[in-house]
């Protein structure tokens, strides 16, 4: 009599998974909060709450709500798999004022600007943090700076034996400086007049 046949084993939960779709859960209800309520009243628990695990997911896997909005952050930035680089026209004038207006757009959406003003603050106050941020946002972030700037610099455009590192904070100090500290209007017509007079700085002679 021939034996029955086995039912197939049940198939095991993937962790890893679901894991990631509790990170993702966990990162998105940070930055949506942290647009609703401001920093100050977004809370662990609130994290928790809106993105359905408990506190102990969260603190097993961050230290405070300010390296839960970081990381929030970090995933918004997060792009399709390649190498990220900024726009390359051949005109260096054309492309620094197209990165500069979509900056400008960024940061007039509070959904976006909330909570970016709220690490900000909280870099200033936690070094770990501060660290953190430079190693996994700020580094990347400079380097595809600097080698837009660099193909500039190869082109001819800009001067061969100019700083990148001071032509990126000449070009983008500026915005950012405006924006965090509140002392004029975020506009297209500003950053536009950056540009302009960074590279008249900048440009080959």
Do not use: C
């Amino acid at each position: 009599m021939p034996s029955a046949e086995k039912s197939p084993a049940p198939a095991r939960p993937n962790s890893a998974r679901r894991s990631e779709a509790s990170r993702r859960a966990i990162l998105t209800a940070a930055f949506d909060l942290a647009g609703e309520l401001g920093y100050a009243k977004l809370s662990i628990e609130a994290i928790a709450a809106r993105a359905g695990v408990g506190k102990q997911t969260i603190y097993r896997w961050w230290p405070t709500k300010g390296a839960v909005l970081f990381d929030a952050l970090l995933m918004l930035s997060e792009g399709p798999e390649g190498d990220a680089e900024l726009p390359d026209t051949g005109d260096i004038e054309a492309d620094l004022k197209a990165v500069l207006r979509a900056t400008v757009e960024e940061l007039a959406d509070p959904r976006i600007a909330e909570p970016m003003r709220a690490l900000s603050t909280e870099i200033a106050h936690d070094p770990q943090l501060a660290a953190l941020y430079a190693e996994r946002l700020d580094e990347p972030v400079r380097e595809l700076k600097r080698a837009r700037l660099r193909k500039a610099q190869q082109a001819g455009q800009l001067a061969a034996d100019l700083d990148l590192d001071v032509a990126v904070d000449a070009i983008w100090g500026p915005l950012l400086n405006r924006w965090l500290l509140r002392t004029g209007p975020v506009t297209t017509a500003y950053t536009d007049a950056v540009v302009e007079t960074a590279l008249r700085g900048l440009r080959a002679s």
